[in-house]
């Protein structure tokens, strides 16, 4: 039995280890793709539904790896956060996305684009440095700017998120609340905070068609949007019985695979120079 239990404690140690190995070989990976040029931003529009208009795009990471393959930031984005490495591809992302907000201002489309800041970042001393700083380089209007903030983060009550959110709206950042209905029951924070937008989390859009109780939180957001004179998004809408769904209850924004999935910059171009989503 002894002999047993040493087995079975050497077993899972060199699991341990190995996946520590595979830890540390990743994040050895990102090191070098953010050297070489191993990170993209796609994009994938918002539209004003009832008339195909694109008014928006999100830029979502992407990492293509020596094969050319994509990862998903979910297999990545966590363990950067933990290594810290979040820091840099998040100044990366946010580069990008004011440059191209930029250029598709001075072409003449009216687009405000939207990138995603972990609460990694937000906690960070440099953060709000770092902002000014690439909106200087990029010479964006900040206006056309929006970080996209997951709700969670600042449910907490936290004064470091709340100071760090007045100082992005000083620089006339746009804020919006990401998987919005997900985080806490608490909305106290709706008032401390300088927010523009909601974005209803997909998993309500998903389930409207099949759980009432989704259908009427999706309404109460709507009507707390409305009341609150916040704007609002609709997120992951992939068919068009959702789309019909969501303009019933009085939503008009919306973003999903049924529009447009996120593309790289080029086929983000070419929907606009055809003025049609989808
Ligand atoms: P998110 O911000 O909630 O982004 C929405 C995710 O849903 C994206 O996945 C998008 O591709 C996907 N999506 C969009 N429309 C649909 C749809 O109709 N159906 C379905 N099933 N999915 C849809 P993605 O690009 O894999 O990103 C996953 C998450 O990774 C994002 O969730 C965000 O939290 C994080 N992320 C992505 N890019 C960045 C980044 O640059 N920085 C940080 N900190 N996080 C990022
Ligand atoms: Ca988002
Ligand atoms: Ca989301
Ligand atoms: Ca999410």
């Given at each position: 039995a002894k ?12 699991e341990i ?20 040029g ?8 918002k ?29 990545f ?5 933990k ?17 191209d907000?930029?250029?598709?201002h ?11 800041i ?8 440099r ?10 380089e990029?010479?964006?209007n ?11 983060v600042?449910?907490?009550r936290?004064h470091?998120?709340q100071d ?24 106290a924070?709706l ?8 974005k209803?989390?997909q998993s309500?859009v ?5 759980d009432h109780s ?5 309404e ?13 998004v609709?997120e ?27 593309a790289?910059?080029?086929?983000v171009?070419?929907?606009?120079a055809?003025?049609?989503a989808?």
């Amino acid at each position: 039995a002894k002999a047993g239990g040493r087995n079975r404690y050497s077993f899972f140690s060199s699991e341990i280890e190995s996946c520590m190995r595979a830890r540390q070989h990743q994040e050895r990976l990102i090191q070098e793709a953010l050297k070489h040029g191993g990170f993209e931003v796609f994009y994938q529009p918002k539209v004003e539904a009832s008339q195909k208009k694109i008014i928006g795009v999100e830029a979502l990471i992407r990492w293509r790896d020596n094969k050319g393959n994509l990862i998903s930031p979910a297999d990545f984005i966590p363990l950067a956060e933990k290594t810290g490495q979040i820091i840099p591809i998040g100044r990366l992302v946010l580069h990008r996305a004011c440059l191209d907000a930029h250029a598709w201002h001075q072409a003449g489309h009216r687009l405000c684009v939207s990138v995603n800041i972990s609460a990694v970042q937000l906690k960070h001393d440099r953060f709000i440095a770092d902002v000014r700083e690439v909106l200087q380089e990029t010479g964006v209007n900040p206006g056309l700017v929006e970080l996209e903030i997951t709700e969670g983060v600042l449910a907490t009550r936290e004064h470091g998120s709340q100071d760090a959110l007045l100082a992005l709206k000083r620089l006339g950042l746009r804020i919006a609340i990401d998987d919005f209905g997900t985080g806490y029951s608490n909305l106290a924070y709706l008032k401390m905070f300088p927010v523009d937008v909601l974005k209803i989390d997909q998993s309500f859009v998903r389930g409207m068609m099949v759980d009432h109780s989704d259908t009427v939180i999706i309404e109460a957001i709507i009507k707390l949007s409305k009341a609150l004179g916040l704007e609002l998004v609709a997120e992951g809408v992939e068919t068009r019985e959702q789309e019909q769904g969501l303009i019933k209850l009085g939503c008009t924004v919306m973003q999903g695979f049924y529009y447009c999935r996120p593309a790289p910059h080029d086929e983000v171009d070419k929907q606009l120079a055809s003025g049609i989503a989808g």
